[in-house]
Nanobody
């Protein structure tokens, strides 16, 4: 079983920057994809950025050029550096992982963190 723990959230003024981190723990041999989703109250959860262990990165159009997702290797924390934050940026961020090998078994379903808040007042 994988546990995810996010940190780094907090109130940010428009135009400000913040970096979130997410650590995975448990009996993990390899994690294929680590990334971030975000959500506004009452809205669906949308992909922000994802990073594969081979270095491929995917961003939502709304964050391209402002956000950067990075990780050191297949098992270390994943980070989301956010610049030029806007009030319309959804405030709840969730770390996720998928494509995990744990105790010799491949797990294709995603695991989620509890979420962290990054409100940007208007």
């Amino acid at each position: 079983q994988v546990q995810l723990a996010e940190s780094g959230g907090g109130l940010v003024q428009p135009g400000g920057s913040l970096t979130l981190s997410c650590s995975a723990s448990g009996s993990i041999t390899l994690i294929n994809v680590m990334g971030w989703y975000r959500q506004a109250p009452g809205k669906q959860r949308d992909l922000v950025a994802a990073n594969t262990r081979t270095g491929s990165v995917n961003y939502a159009d709304s964050v391209k050029g402002r956000f950067t997702v990075f990780r050191d290797n297949a098992k270390k924390p994943v980070y989301l550096q956010k610049n030029s934050l806007k009030p319309e940026d959804k405030p709840y961020y969730f770390c996720y992982v998928t494509g995990i090998i744990s105790e010799g078994v491949f797990h294709g379903s995603p695991s989620w963190g509890q979420g962290t808040q990054v409100p940007v007042p208007s």
